[in-house]
């Protein structure tokens, strides 16, 4: 039995993973929001672009379901390294019938093209089907060694299907890829004009060779998944004549108000889709009057394909009592003969060519505009960075491995699900975690001798770093992360200790998570520690064991400082620590560690008054905003919503011109709180913009150009990328830490305008597409902004960037703010000159400030954002707008 620990509770560090309590209470399940699938937009959208927002391209004459269905919100879709790599990507109709017209008008073959070597047709080819078969040929040519005899002849059967076939399958396998659907509503009639042909092609039951391989077991995984061996026969899809026998199934194929007929006859209540199922399913199992019906299976075909009446006229029949049949199976024929029938993607095929993708794209993830993008940016009018395309053919030394590393993935999803989307986790379900672990750690250590042998004597300075994240290492490397903090909630602190020790001997495996695992080892050994290791031979008594063990955890502190792979948000908590230990210690005070110059201040505030807008609602306005004000226009307003827009005068009076008299007229303009900020900022002598953390990802692509683009092994798969692949993951620092460094250091000593101007020469004409670059900054401007921002902040600023430049794209404070640096006047007979501190003039100051209304609060994004810039020792302004004026408007 698993008992709490005594004595007191030790609070650990906010930005550590182990701030659970202890206690197992299991709240209503409820989906917890993971900052991982949150990615912010890497860089804003080309100014020669549409500037319209990208739609998802809807598919054509599709089985939609009904209006009336109520539809649980679907969580926001991850962007796979690949999108995040190339340019924001228009795929909507309009993008689709550029690509044909271009194909079209080149009347020759492709080399890109890797089919048939056939002229394109209009009608024979589709942006979809090529893009599937880019991806498919390009693997197959240089990793078809990843794949065994009977997926190769799966593939060959593939490349035997007519292009219609080909056409509705990829359709198909873009859409929710395991579901059925109905044949009646496939629509795409004007992409294929044979389709029950193509369907029947689909359907074909294929004979295959034995498989050369055998099925392999792995740690943590409880069985194969079904599908993912092939059998000695195979189809692209399924009928769902042979298929669907059961209740449960066939009831999801109804569409709601299909449904609610059905639920009708049968006496079952529900409030939605899911209800609704869930009693019919209910029902359907305790229904006694079915139970004897014994329906034949053809009588009842012909029954409800000739009756569209309630099921009672069939209970009365005549029937054999041995040739009853389950008494689901009359509700079953029941929903068949509404759908019609239906077609589903076949498991096993389904799961080779995602295996086939997972290889191609370097991901587990992918969409359709993984997959047409690639295309399209190779049509686009766009101008890219110069830079050595490199894809490996190795990047999974064998089958098994490849194997390995897709049943990690699926063991790691199984761990999360428990942790983080099912509330909080039992003991039960914690030890299931604990048991994941134990069989993952063998295997865990072996992989990591092996590619610390490959770090070793294989690959270059960082060409490995990238490829690693499809190691089934990396995967294995998180569970023991995540071992390690269900070993802390079972108190077994010696154990943890000893985890978090080995995961910070590797230097290979998310990086990123090293402050974590400093913070809570210098934890355990500054509280724990005394009573599970032993202590020196001099420590006899207990205060002195405490006492070493601290000086341990002091020891952890200073060398997750000077661990070029911490990233910088964890020096505040370690600095923290460890001055708190240092004063525990007593140690001298000219031994102590000085970290007044890096310690956090809270922001300094403001406040700007203003005159605030209030409109009554109106139909057209979003449910949200309507809900702000429901009092008359008579009345007074009430207070603004948490995270409602407003509207704000602008202070700035805008001077305009009568056309009919000539006269001039001030004119007040409605404007956003942000906005009315600026200009209150701009009336006390600053200049700036409203850019969130548009500044910061520009200033970034300009002072880093050359890092970026460096030739790092694996990183460019294509000649349209806009960044390195490996840019928002953990592997973008530690593969390029003595170029990024090299290259803060030239920020640090003043040269950020020497490096800006040069790519503004060498780029800004040909308007180069480049992660974060926002070419209507003006040169002017960044230039003084460079000029005036301190050397030593902005190389901070830059290297929290470079760190954590996937996870640090929101947050940051709204405007940001800076006044030039007037020269300093010389020094006259011997005199000081007129100098700030660094060599600055008079007046260079950089400042950011974030704009919260009226009952607006910060959140943990945007404080992490204030702690930073702080610690880089620049100025932050919690900047409130109070309306000192409320006009209401009909």
Same mark, same amino acid.
């Given at each position: 039995?698993?008992?709490?620990g005594?004595?007191?509770?030790?609070?650990?560090?906010?930005?550590?993973?182990?701030?659970?309590?202890?206690?197992?209470?299991?709240?209503?399940?409820?989906?917890?929001?993971?900052?991982?699938?949150?990615?912010?937009?890497?860089?804003?959208?080309?100014?020669?672009?549409?500037?319209?927002?990208t739609?998802?391209?809807?598919?054509?004459?599709?089985?939609?379901?009904?209006?009336s269905?109520?539809?649980?919100?679907?969580?926001?879709?991850?962007?796979?390294?690949?999108?995040?790599?190339?340019?924001?990507?228009?795929?909507?109709?309009?993008?689709?019938?550029?690509?044909?017209?271009t194909r079209?008008?080149?009347?020759?073959?492709?080399?890109?093209?890797?089919?048939?070597?056939?002229?394109?047709?209009?009608?024979?080819?589709?942006?979809?089907?090529d893009?599937?078969?880019?991806?498919?040929?390009t693997?197959?040519e240089d990793?078809?060694?990843?794949f065994?005899?009977?997926?190769h002849?799966?593939?060959?059967?593939?490349?035997?299907?007519?292009?219609?076939?080909?056409?509705?399958?990829?359709?198909l396998?873009?859409?929710k890829?395991?579901?059925?659907?109905?044949?009646?509503?496939?629509?795409?009639?004007?992409?294929?004009?044979?389709?029950?042909q193509?369907?029947?092609?689909?359907q074909?039951?294929?004979?295959?060779?034995?498989?050369?391989?055998?099925?392999?077991?792995?740690?943590?995984?409880?069985?194969?998944?079904e599908?993912?061996?092939?059998?000695?026969t195979?189809?692209?899809?399924?009928?769902?004549?042979d298929?669907?026998?059961d209740?449960?199934?066939?009831?999801?194929?109804?569409?709601?108000?299909?449904?609610?007929?059905?639920?009708?006859?049968?006496?079952?209540?529900?409030?939605?889709?899911?209800?609704l199922?869930?009693?019919?399913?209910?029902?359907?199992?305790?229904?006694a009057?079915?139970?004897?019906?014994?329906?034949?299976?053809?009588?009842?075909?012909?029954t409800?394909?000739s009756?569209?009446?309630?099921?009672?006229?069939?209970e009365?029949?005549?029937?054999?009592?041995?040739?009853?049949?389950?008494?689901?199976?009359?509700?079953?024929?029941?929903? /068949?003969?509404?759908?019609?029938?239906?077609?589903?993607?076949?498991?096993?095929?389904?799961?080779?060519?995602?295996?086939?993708?997972?290889?191609?794209?370097?991901?587990?993830?992918?969409?359709?505009?993984?997959?047409?993008?690639?295309?399209?940016?190779?049509?686009?009018?766009?101008?890219?960075?110069?830079?050595?395309?490199?894809?490996?053919?190795?990047i999974?030394?064998?089958?098994s491995l490849?194997?390995?590393?897709?049943a990690?993935?699926?063991?790691?999803?199984?761990?999360?699900?428990?942790?983080?989307?099912?509330?909080?986790?039992?003991?039960d379900?914690?030890?299931?975690?604990?048991?994941?672990?134990?069989?993952?750690?063998?295997?865990?250590?072996?992989?990591?001798?092996?590619?610390?042998?490959?770090?070793?004597?294989?690959?270059?300075?960082?060409?490995?770093?990238?490829?690693?994240?499809?190691?089934?290492?990396?995967?294995?490397?998180r569970i023991?992360?995540?071992?390690?903090?269900?070993?802390?909630?079972f108190?077994?602190?010696?154990?943890?200790?000893?985890?978090?020790?080995?995961?910070?001997?590797?230097?290979?495996f998310?990086?990123?998570r090293?402050?974590?695992?400093?913070?809570?080892?210098?934890?355990?050994e500054e509280?724990y /520690?005394h009573?599970?290791?032993?202590?020196?031979p001099?420590?006899k008594?207990?205060?002195?064991?405490?006492?070493?063990?601290?000086?341990?955890?002091?020891?952890?502190?200073?060398?997750?400082?000077?661990?070029?792979?911490?990233?910088?948000?964890?020096?505040?908590d370690?600095?923290?620590?460890?001055?708190?230990?240092?004063?525990?210690?007593?140690?001298?005070?000219?031994?102590?560690?000085?970290?007044?110059?890096?310690?956090l201040?809270?922001p300094?505030?403001?406040?700007?008054?203003?005159?605030?807008i209030?409109?009554?609602?109106?139909?057209?306005?979003?449910?949200?905003?309507?809900?702000?004000?429901?009092?008359?226009?008579?009345?007074?307003?009430?207070?603004?919503r948490?995270?409602?827009?407003?509207?704000?005068?602008?202070?700035a009076?805008?001077i305009?011109?009568?056309?009919?008299?000539?006269?001039?007229?001030?004119?007040?303009?409605?404007?956003?709180v942000?906005?009315?900020?600026?200009?209150?900022?701009?009336a006390?002598?600053?200049?700036?913009?409203?850019?969130e953390?548009?500044?910061?990802r520009?200033?970034?692509?300009?002072?880093?150009?050359?890092?970026?683009?460096?030739?790092i092994?694996n990183?460019?798969?294509?000649?349209?990328?806009?960044?390195?692949?490996?840019?928002?993951?953990?592997?973008?620092?530690?593969?390029?830490?003595?170029?990024?460094?090299?290259?803060?250091?030239?920020?640090?000593n003043?040269?950020?305008?020497?490096l800006?101007?040069?790519?503004w020469?060498s780029?800004?004409?040909?308007?180069?597409?480049?992660?974060?670059?926002?070419?209507?900054?003006?040169?002017?401007?960044?230039?003084e902004?460079a000029?005036?921002?301190p050397?030593?902040?902005l190389?901070?600023?830059?290297?929290?960037?470079?760190?954590?430049?996937?996870?640090?794209?929101?947050?940051?404070?709204d405007?940001?703010?800076?006044?030039?640096?007037?020269?300093?006047?010389?020094?006259?007979?011997?005199?000081?000159?007129?100098?700030?501190?660094?060599?600055?003039?008079?007046?260079?100051?950089? /400042?950011?400030?974030?704009?919260?209304?009226?009952n607006?609060?910060?959140?943990?994004?945007?404080?992490?954002?204030?702690d930073?810039?702080?610690?880089?020792?620049?100025?932050?302004?919690?900047?409130?707008?109070?309306?000192?004026?409320?006009?209401?408007?009909?």
């Amino acid at each position: 039995m698993l008992g709490k620990g005594k004595g007191k509770n030790i609070p650990h560090p906010k930005s550590t993973n182990f701030e659970a309590e202890d206690d197992y209470q299991t709240p209503p399940a409820k989906r917890v929001k993971r900052d991982i699938s949150d990615y912010a937009q890497a860089s804003p959208r080309p100014k020669h672009s549409p500037n319209k927002a990208t739609r998802r391209d809807e598919i054509p004459d599709s089985d939609a379901d009904s209006e009336s269905e109520e539809l649980e919100a679907e969580p926001r879709a991850r962007r796979t390294d690949l999108e995040t790599a190339l340019p924001p990507i228009e795929t909507d109709k309009e993008a689709i019938e550029a690509y044909e017209a271009t194909r079209a008008a080149e009347q020759a073959n492709d080399p890109k093209d890797r089919l048939d070597g056939r002229k394109w047709v209009r009608g024979k080819s589709s942006i979809y089907v090529d893009a599937f078969n880019l991806a498919l040929e390009t693997v197959l040519e240089d990793e078809g060694h990843l794949f065994d005899e009977a997926e190769h002849a799966v593939f060959r059967e593939w490349r035997e299907l007519e292009y219609e076939a080909q056409y509705l399958y990829v359709r198909l396998f873009l859409r929710k890829t395991s579901s059925w659907h109905r044949i009646s509503k496939l629509g795409y009639h004007s992409d294929i004009a044979d389709l029950p042909q193509a369907i029947t092609d689909l359907q074909l039951v294929r004979e295959l060779p034995a498989p050369s391989s055998q099925a392999e077991e792995h740690p943590g995984e409880l069985e194969l998944p079904e599908g993912t061996t092939l059998e000695t026969t195979t189809a692209f899809a399924d009928r769902s004549e042979d298929c669907i026998k059961d209740l449960e199934e066939a009831s999801s194929l109804l569409l709601l108000d299909e449904l609610k007929a059905l639920a009708k006859t049968a006496k079952v209540q529900g409030k939605n889709k899911k209800e609704l199922l869930r009693a019919f399913r209910r029902t359907s199992g305790t229904q006694a009057g079915l139970g004897w019906a014994g329906l034949k299976r053809s009588e009842t075909e012909e029954t409800t394909a000739s009756t569209s009446s309630g099921f009672g006229e069939d209970e009365g029949r005549d029937v054999t009592p041995g040739r009853r049949e389950n008494r689901d199976a009359h509700w079953v024929d029941k929903i /068949m003969a509404e759908t019609g029938p239906c077609i589903r993607l076949s498991l096993p095929t389904l799961k080779l060519f995602e295996r086939a993708h997972l290889v191609f794209y370097r991901s587990t993830e992918w969409t359709e505009k993984s997959l047409t993008t690639i295309i399209l940016a190779r049509i686009a009018r766009w101008n890219f960075p110069e830079y050595i395309v490199s894809r490996s053919a190795n990047i999974f030394a064998s089958r098994s491995l490849l194997l390995e590393f897709e049943a990690s993935v699926r063991t790691q999803f199984r761990v999360d699900n428990i942790l983080e989307f099912n509330g909080t986790p039992t003991k039960d379900t914690m030890q299931v975690i604990l048991d994941v672990f134990e069989q993952v750690y063998p295997r865990w250590k072996a992989l990591l001798a092996e590619e610390q042998r490959k770090e070793d004597s294989i690959y270059s300075t960082g060409e490995g770093a990238y490829l690693r994240r499809l190691s089934p290492a990396w995967v294995y490397t998180r569970i023991i992360h995540k071992g390690a903090y269900v070993l802390g909630k079972f108190k077994h602190h010696q154990r943890e200790h000893e985890v978090l020790t080995e995961l910070l001997e590797q230097r290979l495996f998310h990086t990123s998570r090293r402050g974590d695992w400093y913070q809570r080892k210098a934890l355990l050994e500054e509280h724990y /520690m005394h009573l599970h290791l032993p202590s020196p031979p001099e420590c006899k008594d207990t205060e002195s064991q405490k006492k070493h063990w601290k000086r341990m955890a002091l020891r952890t502190c200073e060398d997750g400082l000077q661990d070029q792979l911490t990233h910088l948000i964890f020096h505040h908590d370690l600095q923290k620590r460890t001055m708190k230990l240092e004063k525990q210690l007593k140690v001298p005070k000219r031994q102590q560690h000085e970290f007044t110059h890096v310690l956090l201040t809270k922001p300094a505030e403001r406040t700007f008054q203003g005159v605030r807008i209030e409109r009554p609602p109106s139909l057209n306005s979003s449910r949200r905003n309507s809900e702000q004000n429901t009092t008359p226009t008579t009345a007074v307003p009430k207070p603004d919503r948490r995270g409602a827009k407003t509207i704000w005068l602008d202070p700035a009076v805008h001077i305009t011109t009568d056309p009919e008299t000539g006269e001039e007229q001030k004119v007040e303009g409605e404007c956003s709180v942000e906005a009315m900020c600026l200009s209150s900022y701009r009336a006390l002598g600053y200049k700036g913009y409203h850019s969130e953390g548009g500044i910061l990802r520009t200033l970034f692509a300009y002072l880093l150009y050359d890092v970026l683009f460096v030739y790092i092994p694996n990183v460019f798969q294509t000649a349209y990328q806009t960044c390195p692949l490996d840019l928002h993951t953990d592997a973008f620092f530690p593969s390029r830490v003595s170029e990024v460094n090299g290259r803060l250091n030239d920020v640090s000593n003043g040269e950020a305008g020497k490096l800006i101007q040069e790519v503004w020469d060498s780029h800004h004409e040909r308007k180069t597409c480049v992660v974060g670059l926002d070419w209507a900054f003006e040169l002017a401007d960044l230039l003084e902004i460079a000029d005036a921002w301190p050397p030593a902040a902005l190389s901070t600023v830059m290297k929290v960037m470079a760190q954590e430049y996937g996870q640090r794209g929101g947050g940051v404070p709204d405007l940001f703010l800076w006044k030039p640096r007037v020269d300093a006047k010389p020094a006259v007979d011997g005199a000081k000159s007129d100098e700030l501190e660094g060599g600055k003039g008079i007046g260079g100051e950089v /400042m950011f400030a974030e704009v919260k209304s009226e009952n607006d609060r910060l959140s943990d994004t945007q404080r992490m954002w204030i702690d930073v810039l702080s610690g880089a020792g620049v100025r932050v302004e919690l900047c409130h707008a109070v309306a000192r004026e409320v006009r209401v408007q009909g």
